[in-house]
């Protein structure tokens, strides 16, 4: 989250205090948890899932007031400094996340699996950018 | 960009920390803008200079 | 906002940079139209670059969109727009993978592959991007 921050997530925070990453950490967890056991019946992934996302909402909710770093992870960047690094962070990862998109459409394509996976994700990142640069144009 | 905060500051006898608590920014913060890898925005710059008592372009210039 | 060292105009973003950006991008552009097998996207895409680039000149939005940002306010557009594409997708991404993981458990088939590889592949380049960042800034 950078500049602008929703509603429904400010009004989360405010409902949940400092613990509204983990119980989205715990829900996000729960959920994949619970798909992953009803598919593969297996309980101990079921668990893996819910630990491994409620934990690390749970270590980045309890150092983030003592590391900078993970103020940023759990979304609240402390000054301006973090913030642009947090912005840049995530203008790498969309663009890095357009060029595995496109990889991962022409791996698919050139071995005969399906690629429309890929290429949706691809899409949205290339919708989202062109978007992006309209909004921020009128903003900015 | 070069600036002179880290000798305003060190006149001062100020460690990065006091300054960060005055700024209300992060002591790696202070540290990143001293060094020159970060360039503070414009409220920020204007925050320091007030600090310190000066100009924005007495505590930030081009040259060294 | 601050523009980083890494999108400085008169650092980082060079003309030539710009440039290798923007034939990076075609370059894929193509490659993706030929392993599509339609010519006449690939043409269109072409044309329609080709058009993007000679009213580069002439429009700003066009020159972001093509990689060569003119000045800073340009570049923060630039930078806005990747982050929130970035978080845009991610969310997406997260949210199409649980419910495919969901439509697989009542056997309606599906392969949730790509979605769980760009949301690593997002999630480890904003991880390392917090660190490249905080060491550079």
Redesign the interface.
């Known amino acids: 989250m950078i500049a602008h921050e929703g509603e429904l997530v400010n009004s989360v925070r405010s409902t949940f205090g400092r613990w509204w990453l983990v119980l989205f950490g715990v829900a996000l967890g729960g959920v994949m948890g619970a798909a992953d056991l009803a598919m593969n019946g297996s309980p101990s992934r079921a668990v893996t899932d819910l630990a491994i996302l409620g934990g690390y909402t749970v270590v980045l909710t309890v150092f983030r007031g003592r590391s900078e770093t993970a103020s940023v992870l759990a979304g609240n960047p402390v000054d301006e400094r973090w913030q642009a690094i947090n912005l840049h962070a995530l203008a790498a990862a969309g663009m890095i996340g357009a060029f595995v998109a496109l990889g991962g459409f022409i791996a698919a394509e050139a071995t005969g699996h399906d690629w429309s996976g890929f290429a949706i994700v691809a899409g949205a990142i290339g919708a989202g950018y062109i978007g992006g640069v309209f909004w921020f144009r009128w903003r900015l | 960009m070069q600036n002179d905060v880290r000798k305003l500051r060190e006149d001062r006898a100020l460690s990065q920390g006091d300054l960060a608590k005055h700024l209300s920014v992060s002591r790696q913060t202070v540290n990143a803008i001293e060094t020159g890898r970060y360039l503070p925005s414009l409220p920020l710059a204007l925050a320091i200079g007030r600090f310190f008592g000066k100009a924005v372009e007495e505590v930030f210039h081009v040259d060294g | 906002?601050?523009?980083?060292?890494?999108?400085s105009v008169d650092r980082w973003f060079t003309p030539e940079r710009g440039w290798a950006i923007t034939a990076l991008k075609v370059g894929?552009i193509v490659?993706?139209m030929l392993?599509?097998h339609a010519f006449f996207l690939f043409a269109l895409i072409v044309m329609s670059l080709v058009g993007l680039r000679a009213l580069m000149p002439k429009s700003e939005?066009v020159s972001?969109?093509l990689g060569v940002p003119v000045d800073e306010?340009w570049e923060?557009?630039?930078?806005?727009?990747?982050?929130?594409?970035?978080?845009?997708?991610?969310v997406?991404?997260?949210t199409t993978l649980?419910a495919m993981?969901?439509w697989?458990?009542q056997g309606w088939g599906g392969?949730?592959?790509?979605?769980a590889?760009?949301g690593a592949?997002?999630?480890i380049?904003?991880?390392?991007?917090?660190?490249?960042?905080?060491w550079?800034?």
């Open positions: 906002m601050s523009t980083g060292r890494w999108y894929v490659v993706v392993v599509w939005t972001v969109l306010r923060s557009i630039s930078t806005r727009a990747w982050a929130l594409a970035g978080q845009v997708v991610f997406g991404v997260l649980v993981q969901i697989q458990t392969d949730s592959t790509p979605y590889l760009a592949a997002l999630a380049a904003y991880l390392g991007g917090i660190i490249w960042y905080r550079r800034q």
